[in-house]
């Protein structure tokens, strides 16, 4: 059964994505549009945030699971300089090429068609994973799955940071993420602290990043294996 999205109704899905699942968006400009619209000029300093919480650093190996428009992978790609190397990966082949020609002239930030599910990766390749508001676009097995496959690829020691909806508090945010079906979006990851530490990650911390982000950071345990 594959996922649905809450914003399915705003942002259609891609025609031709890659096999899987989960739900793939198909219009890259509209979803930019969008987001920035919805974050209240915001969401630069949002993922700022999720940038610091990753601490990500000067030469690292970063990888960023459903990387969308690669709005974030060209923030880290920044980060980690010219001796660092930031990987997109997304399931939506739209994604991927508009993502690609916006960092045309980045040679440290690359992106590549494939799924969260079945990363083409070798073991222990990256020193971060992340990804943001990415998650709920995947039914529950598949996010267990994706977490795995997280976890396989990232270094012993190295960091996952995982982001996704939340709603703040005060009433008129909370009728403005009914609206558009961003509540259903939060609801849909609920479980993710706990499927993050269920697949033996460790060092679970949380936080947000407002208005809309919140996250879940965590370590690859060194004596340990995905369970």
Not at 27 to 49: C, I, K, Q
Not at 121 to 136: I, K, N, P
Not at 160 to 185: C, K, N, S, T
Request: charged letters at 20%; a positive charge; proline letters at 4%.
């Amino acid at each position: 059964m594959r996922a649905h999205s809450p914003l399915a109704h705003l942002i259609p899905r891609s025609a031709h994505s890659a096999r899987t699942r989960g739900h793939t968006l198909g219009t890259p400009r509209v979803y930019d549009a969008f987001v920035n619209l919805f974050f209240f000029g915001r969401r630069r300093s949002s993922f700022e945030a999720l940038l610091s919480a990753a601490s990500v650093k000067p030469g690292q190996r970063v990888l960023d699971v459903g990387c969308g428009t690669g709005y974030f992978a060209r923030m880290l790609a920044q980060t980690v300089g010219s001796d660092g190397l930031v990987v997109g990966v997304d399931a939506s082949p739209e994604m991927i090429h508009h993502a690609s020609d916006k960092a045309r002239r980045a040679r440290n930030c690359q992106f590549q068609l494939g799924t969260a599910e079945s990363l083409t990766f070798l073991a222990d390749d990256f020193d971060v994973v992340v990804s943001s508001l990415f998650m709920h676009h995947l039914p529950t097995d598949l996010q267990v799955t994706a977490l795995r496959e997280m976890w396989r690829v990232l270094r012993w020691g190295g960091t996952l940071l995982i982001a996704e909806a939340r709603v703040p508090r005060a009433f008129g945010w909370q009728l403005l993420a009914r609206v558009h079906g961003y509540d259903r979006m939060a609801r849909a990851v609920a479980e993710l602290e706990r499927m993050v530490a269920d697949v033996n990650f460790e060092q679970v911390q949380t936080g947000v990043a407002p208005p809309w982000l919140r996250y879940v950071r965590a370590i690859k345990r060194a004596d340990g294996m995905p369970q």
